[in-house]
Nanobody, 123 residues
Framework: QVHVVESGGGLVQAGDSLRLSCAAS????????MGWFRQAPGKEREFVAA????????FSANSVKGRFTISRDNAKNTVYLQMNSLKPDDTAVYYC????????????????WGQGTQVTVSS
């Protein structure tokens, strides 16, 4: 069992930056691939970014490539999502998730989910 808690969301203007954090507790953090997903009102949850257990591999959606960066600190049991050049289309609830299995992109690859943190980008 892994418990994940997101933080760092808020209301910002277009072009601003935010850094989301996801703190994990429970089983060994470094044994999990970690991912960020988001869900905007009226839309399905979508993949944003993911990082492998060691942090050596990262993946991101085309919509955020070049703007968002995922990283992790296994000593602190924390994964981050640095979001730069934010756009109104980035407005969503952002979820952190942990996967003890392979795969990075699909929601079904992940076993444990946080409650989400709201990011609102005004134009």
């Amino acid at each position: 069992q892994v418990h994940v808690v997101e933080s760092g969301g808020g209301l910002v203007q277009a072009g601003d930056s935010l850094r989301l954090s996801c703190a994990a507790s429970g089983r060994t953090f470094s044994s999990f691939n970690m991912g960020w997903f988001r869900q905007a009102p009226g839309k399905e949850r979508e993949f944003v970014a993911a990082i492998s257990r060691s942090g050596s591999s990262t993946f991101s959606a085309n919509s955020v490539k070049g703007r968002f960066t995922i990283s992790r600190d296994n000593a602190k049991n924390t994964v981050y999502l640095q979001m730069n050049s934010l756009k109104p289309d980035d407005t969503a609830v952002y979820y952190c998730a942990a996967s003890g299995r392979g795969g990075y992109i699909l929601s079904s690859d992940y076993d444990y989910w946080g409650q989400g943190t709201q990011v609102t980008v005004s134009s």
